[in-house]
């Protein structure tokens, strides 16, 4: 069966896409920091029938992603679709927000190291056998700054637009060599708890996007707006 890993696993966007592939005869590799909440994870989509396995892993150390990646390619054979979208729910370590005129290298730098060099590091260590294949689906998530930045976000968008640059460039490298590379712009807020007006999704809404982008490989980048 062809896996999937979601890389930023969480009970929100990364279930719903665990949901949405495993629906449609993927296994499922979850990669995130926390082993317990990823453990009741693998239990929900077990329910619903699909195979599920949990693989902790800190973003912000590339080892720890690399060690994690490596070990769903054991357990599964392979990896045949990889997703990136961490999303801090509660706070990490390093990371704070900054406005534009108040961003320094102290912290832009763990910025970098989460949005840009962890998706770097995650398709490093999965792309070799996808080339080899001679197919395969890499998915990364940013927020709608990356393409429109927001003052609050300074820092944070920086680093999600040199991700978004990097991914559109690979993917024009990769053509013709059957392996899709594609950027995921969420232009809404997740759930709640966003500014008041703010437009919101619910991940359920958002999910079958990635699905589309898997299966239509004729686009680097897709929007979500409300």
């Known amino acids: ?65 690399t060690d994690a990646l490596n070990a769903a390619k054991a357990r599964f054979g392979g990896i045949d679709v990889l997703e990136y979208s961490p999303a801090p729910h509660s706070p990490v370590p390093g990371l704070t927000l900054a406005a534009p005129s108040e961003v320094t290298v102290d912290n832009l730098q763990p910025m970098i190291e989460y949005a840009f060099y962890g998706a770097v590091t995650a398709a490093q260590t999965v792309l070799p056998a996808m080339r080899e294949a001679g197919a395969g689906t890499l998915l990364f998530t940013a927020g709608g700054g990356s393409v429109d930045p927001v003052p609050m976000f300074g820092n944070a968008n920086a680093a999600q637009a040199a991700l978004r640059n990097w991914v559109i460039n690979l993917n024009k490298e990769l053509a013709g060599s059957g392996v899709h590379a594609a950027h995921v712009v969420i232009n809404v807020w997740i759930g709640g708890g966003g500014p008041e007006g703010s437009p919101t999704a619910t991940p359920e809404q958002i999910a079958p996007l990635y699905w589309d982008l898997h299966e239509n490989r004729d686009r680097s980048e897709a929007v979500f707006n409300a």
Not at 9 to 27: E, H, M, V
Not at 28 to 56: D, M, N, S, W, Y
Request: charge should be neutral; avoid cysteine; aromatic fraction near 4%.
């Open 1 to 65: 069966m062809p896996t999937i890993a979601i890389v930023g696993a969480g009970p929100g966007l990364g279930l719903a896409i665990a949901r949405t592939f495993g629906s449609r005869g993927f296994d499922v590799a979850l990669i995130a920091r926390t082993k317990e909440k990823l453990e009741t994870l693998v239990a929900q989509l077990g329910q619903e029938g699909i195979t599920a396995a949990a693989f902790p892993a800190d973003i912000l150390e590339r080892a720890s992603l």
